[in-house]
C-alpha cells in the first residue's frame, strides 16, 4: 500500500532502543557536520552540484516543473469572484459532455481521444494534474511540518512528554496507511480538502520520527549543550540549532513521499473513495473507465481512456522519485524507504 | 535470556499500540455519517423508518458511542469480535475463510520479489556506476513509481483479454496445483512489484557497502576468486539486512493487497475490508484493522529480533 | 452539448433481438449439464432468506425456494405452488374495528420518533398502533397495540381487510423428503419475526391460518386493510420446511455451522464455500413432476414439455467486477451471466457466438422535487418550473449515450410490466396521452412553461444524486448539460455521499424539505418496487412514509387532501379491492394527477438483461432480476426452459 512507504523502517520501531544506541554513539558525518553551521551549508551547495550533474534528476526537476506549470495553467482559477488566473491550456472544457462522440480514438482534435461522455481525454488529464500534482506537494508540506514539529518538541523535551507523544506516532505506524486513510476519507468525504487532511493526518508521523531521532543525536552535541549552558531559552535551541541540523533527512523523506501520496490520492479515488465520479482526477477517471479493458466477443479495447490517465501518474510520480533518489545520494543519509505496493 | 525479556517487554508494549488502534477505528468510524442501517434502508422501500429504529437497536448502534466501545472491549477480551452486521455471521469467521486468499497471494507476490530483487541487487552493485547499473536503478525506481492500480489494469489488457495467456476466473482447483499457480501470475506480479523494486535498491546498497569492506579488499588481496568472495561473504552478510527488511516487506504486501484485490476481484480481506468501509460494517472495519495492527506489529517484533540476532552489537542494549 | 452524442448511427446497435423470445424445439432439448452462471458480488451475503437483502442473493436461491405464485415475463401473476388462491373478501376496516382487541402496552422507550415496545414473546410483533394514544405519548405511557397474538381473535370475528383463501397442490416435497403444506405456510412467517425483512413481510400481513389443520392444504391469508395488492403483498417471502420453522433469523446459515436451506425449488445446494465455491444440483422430487403440468392451472402449454429443468448442476460464480464477467464469458468460464458493461453487451450482441436477452424490468430512476414554498430560493414550489425540468430531460439520450440503448426512456409514471393492474386503457394509450413525458427535450414547451412561472430565466437549480454510482452521474450529467443549453435554467450537479449516507444523513430528515426548496435543489435515486403499480406512487409520494424510502420532500400536509385520498384509494378500500377495473381506472385518473402535479418525475426504466454463449439454447430474461435465473432454466408456464447444447 502506497502510503505505507517510508513507514517501515529497519531502525524504526523501538524509539527507545534508537536513543540508547544512537545517543551514545553519534555517528560520523552528520554530527561531525552538524558542528559548524558552514559544514551544514556547505552540504547543500553540494547537494545542488550533485543534482545538476545526474542527468535523470534533471530530467525528473523538468517534468515536475512543467507538471506544476500545467496544474496552474491549465484552466481559469476563480476566487470567489475575481478570476486569478485567466489562462486555459485545455483545448476543452474538461466536464463539457459531448466534444467527440462517444469513444472516439485519438486524433488530431482529440489527442488522447475521448470518453465515454464525448469528452475529450486531453483536457481531463491536463486539467487532473490539479488535483493529484497540487494534493502531493501540499500534503508533504503540511505533514512534513506538523511532523517535525511534533518530533522536534518530542524529541527536544524527552522523558515522559516524549513517551506519551512517541505512542500516539507507534499507533499511527501500526496502522496500513492506505487503511487509515480510507477511513478518514469515509469520516470526511471525498474532495480535495478532505484527501489533503486525510492524507496529512497518515503522513506526519514518519517525519515526527525521522526528526526526532535525529534531534536526539543532534541534540548531545557539545555546541547545544553550550547554547543551554548559556541559558538560550528552549524555543530557540530547539528552532535555531537543532532542527536545521536534523532536516537534511526530513528533505528527503519528503521527495520520496510526494510520489508515495500521489499514488495513494489516486488509489483512493481508483476504489471510489477519492473524488465524485466525473472528476477529472487521474484515479477517478482510471476507476470510470475500467470496464473499457474489456468489452466482449470482437470489442475494442479503448486503451486511450485507460493507459493515459495510469501514465501521468506514472510519469509525475517517476519524476519526482528520480529527483528524490538523487537527493538522497547526494544527502547521503540512509532513509529506509521500504516501500509497499505503488497504491 | 535477553532476547527472551526483550521479546516479552515489546510484546507487552505493543498492547497500548493494539489498545490505541482500536480506540481511533472506532471513534473514527463512528462519527462517520451514516450506519450500515441506512445502507440497509436507504433505497429500499419495504423498509420502514420504524425498521430502522429497530434495526439499530438490535445491532445495538443506538448507545453511546462510549457504552458501544466498552461493550466491544469487553467482548474482544473475551474472544468476540462481534457480529457481520448484515449478514448476522462472526466477523472473526469471515476474517478466518478470506484469509487464506489473501496470504496465498502475498506469499507469490513475496516469492516474485525475491526472485527479481536479490540477483538485480547484486547485479546492480557488482556493476556499480556501470550502464547495467544505472538501468536497474532506473527499473527499480519505475517499479516503485508504477501505481499498482494501474499496472493491474494493464496486465489484465495485455496478457489476459489481448494475448490471453491468463484466466479470469478462480480454475477451482486446490490451492498448489499448476492452474492456480498460473491464476496467480498477474495479481502476484502486480503486489509484488513494487516490493521488489525496493528489496532490489536495499539489496544493491547494502551489498554495495560490504563490498567496500576491509575484509573483502583482504580476502581479494588474498587471491580468491571474485566468485567466491561475492558469493560466499559477501552475500551472506548483505542478505542481513534484507532479511529484516523482508519481515517488513511483508506487511506491507499484506496491505498492498487492498487495491489489488479490487483490481483482480480476488476474494481475500483486502476486497472486503473495502467493502466494508462502504456499507460502515462496523465490526469488520475493526476486526481487519486490528488484525492488521497486530501483524505490523509482529513484523516489526520478529525483525528486531532477527536484527538483534544476526547483529550481537544490538542485543547488548537489552 | 454538440448534439453529436448518441445520434451517430454508424456503430448503434439494434436491441431489438435481446427483447425477443428465443424459443426452443422440445424435441431437441438435451437434459444435464452444468451451467456456469455469476453473481455479480464476491459472495453470498446471506444464505438465510430471512435475513439476505442484497437481489444477488435472491437470484441464486430462488432457485431453491419455489413460491405459492410466480410472475411471467410480462409481469403477470400466476398460480405455482397454489393450487387454488384468491382475494376472497375485503371490507372496509380502521383502527376503530380492531379496538376491542387492542391489548394496553408499555413504551419502553421512544427512540427516533418511535414507540417501541417490550413483547415478551419472541415470535410476537405489533401489528397496530392506536392513533389516539400515540398522540403526544411518552415513555412509560400505555398504548392500545394489535400484536400478532390478538389477530386471531379479530379473524375469528370476521375483523379484517382482505381475506386471501387458497389450496396447495398435494404432493409437493421439500428437498428433506418433508411434504409442504398449509402448516409450513402458516410457520414461514415466524421466521421473518425480527429479521431484518421483517417489514417486507409484515406491512401487509397480519394472520394466518390453516382450516384443515397444519398437515392439510387449505391456507387463509389476512391483510390488516382493505387492501387491492394483498393477492401478491400476502404470501411469505420463502417457505421453509417444518425443520427450518424455529430457526431464529440468520440461524439458516451453513456457513457459521447452521443448516443448509431447504426449499421446494428445483435446485438443491450441494456444495458450498466462503466466497469460492457454491453448487447447485437438480433436486430428484421436484413437485412439478409429482404433480404434473397438466394440474397446474395457469399451465397451457404443450403436453410433452418437460416436468423439471433440463439443466443439471449450475455452478454460481462469484465475479464482483464487471470487465471480468465479460472476460470469463468471452473464454467460457461463464456461459450466463449479467450486469455487463452495456458496450460489452453491444459486442456480445453482435457477435455470432454470444447473445443476450433482454426484458424491461421494474426499475427505475426518478427525480423529486421539494414544494416547500421558501423565501429564499422556492423555484421547485411552482409546478411550471417543475413540470419545464421535466420537458427538458433528454430523456432518449440518456438511454442511448449512458445505457447504449439498454433501457428506455420514462414516457409513464409506471414501466410496462407493472403496469397489468395500472391501467384501463393500456400501456401504448397510456405512453400517447397529453400527460406522458416527452422524451426529447421540448424546449419551446419549457420556454412556455418558465413564462407562465413568476421566475426569470436563468433559474438556479441544482440536481443531486448520489456520490457512489457513476451512470446516474453521468445521466445526470446530459440532464444538466441541457438544462444550461437551454438558458432557461443555471443547473449544476452535486453528489453529496454514497447513497445511505446521502439519503439517511441528508435526505430523511426533518428539514430537508426546507432547505433543499431554499437551494433549488431536487435530488434523484434508483428505486425498484416489483410488479404493483402502487410501488410506483406509494415510495415516493406518501406523505405516512416522509422520511422513508423514498420520500424525502413530502411530509403530511405538503400534498391536498384530495390527491391523497386519490392515491391511498388506488390500493386501499374494499371496492378496489374487489374490482381490478376499478383500481385501473383510479390509477389512470391518478397518473394525471401525478404528472400535472410533477413532484417527482421518471427518467427512466432499466432492463434485466442476460448474456449467454451459445452453448446455452432458449435463455430468455425475466424483468425482475432476483428471478433472472430461476425463469431462465425452468418456468414452464411460459413456456420457458434453457438447455445445453455443447
Known sequence: MSTERGRIRVSGFETERIADHDA???????????????????????????LKRDRLALTGMAVVVVMLFVAVFSRPIVVGDVTVQPLSLTPYDPAQTGVGDRYDSPSLTHPMGTDRLGRDTFSRVVAGSRYSVTIGFVVTALAASFGVIYGGVSGYFGGTTDGVMMRLVDVIFAFPALVLAMILVSLFGGGFIPLVGAFALVGWASYARIIRGEILKVKQNEYVMAAKALGARDKSVLFRHIIPNAIAPVVVQATLSIGTVVIGVAALGFLGLGFDPGTPEWGTMLDAERDTLITGAGGTWFWWTTVFPGMMIFLFVMSINMVGDAVNDALDVQVDDVRGGGG | MDLLKFTVRRTLASIPVLFGVSVITFGLVHLTPGDVVSQLVAANPDASQADAVRLRREFGLDDPVWVQYINWLGDVLTGDFGEHFTSGRDVSALVWARLPETLALGLFGWVFALLIAIPGGIYAAINRGEIGDDVSRFAALSGISIPNFWLGLMLIAVFSVQLNLFPTLDPQEPLLSTSMLWWLVLPGVTIGTAASANLMRIMRTSMAEELNKEYVTAARAKGLPERTVVLKHVLRNSLISVTTIAAFLTASIVSGSVVVETVFGWPGLGILFVEAINVREINLILVITLFTGVFIVLANLLADIVYALLDPRIRHDY | MAGCLGEDDDDEVDIDPALERNDIDVDEIQDGGTLEVSIPRDSIDDYDAAESSAAEDTAVFSLVYDNLLTTDAEGTTELWMAEEYDAVDSQNVDYEDYEEYMREEEIVEIDGGIPIFDLDDDLNLVLLQHPEDLEGAEEGDEVRVLTRHEAEDAVDDGVYGTQVSGRLHEGIEFHNGDECTAGDIVGSYDRYVGSTNQGQVFDAFMYAEAPDGDDGYEFNLYSLEPDAAAFVELPPIDLFPEEHHDLGPGELEPRAGGPVPVGTGPYEIAEFDEGSVLRLERTDNYWVEEVGLENLPDYDGPADFPERPAIEEINVRFVPE???????????????TYELASDARNNFMQSDDFDVSAQESTGYKFMQFPLEDTDEGGAFAEAEVRQAVSALMPRQTIVDVVEQGWGSPAQAPIPEPASDFGTAMGYDELIEQEFAYSVEPDEERATELIEQSSFEAPIEVTIQTNADDDERIDKMSLVVDQLNQSGLFDAELETPAALGDWTTGDLYTDEAHIDDAENNACAVIGLATGFDPHGYIEAIHDPENWNGCCNFYFPPGTFDDEFVDLLNGCRFGADVAEDPDLRR????????????????????????????NEDVAGVNCHPNTQSIFTYAVYAPLDEQIAYLDR
Open chain 1, 24 to 50: 551514545a554513539e553519534p555517528t560520523g558525518d552528520d554530527a561531525e557536520e552538524a558542528e559548524d553551521d558552514p559544514e551544514v551549508q556547505n552540504r547543500w551547495v553540494r547537494v545542488i552540484h550533485q
Open chain 3, 322 to 336: 464487471s470487465s471480468q464477467r465479460s472476460a470469463a464469458l468471452e473464454d467460457g468460464d461463464l456461459d450466463v
Open chain 3, 585 to 612: 381506472e383510479r390509477y389512470d385518473e391518478f397518473w394525471e394527477a401525478h404528472t400535472d402535479l410533477m413532484a417527482n418525475t421518471i427518467v427512466d426504466y432499466s432492463l434485466t438483461t442476460l448474456t449467454f
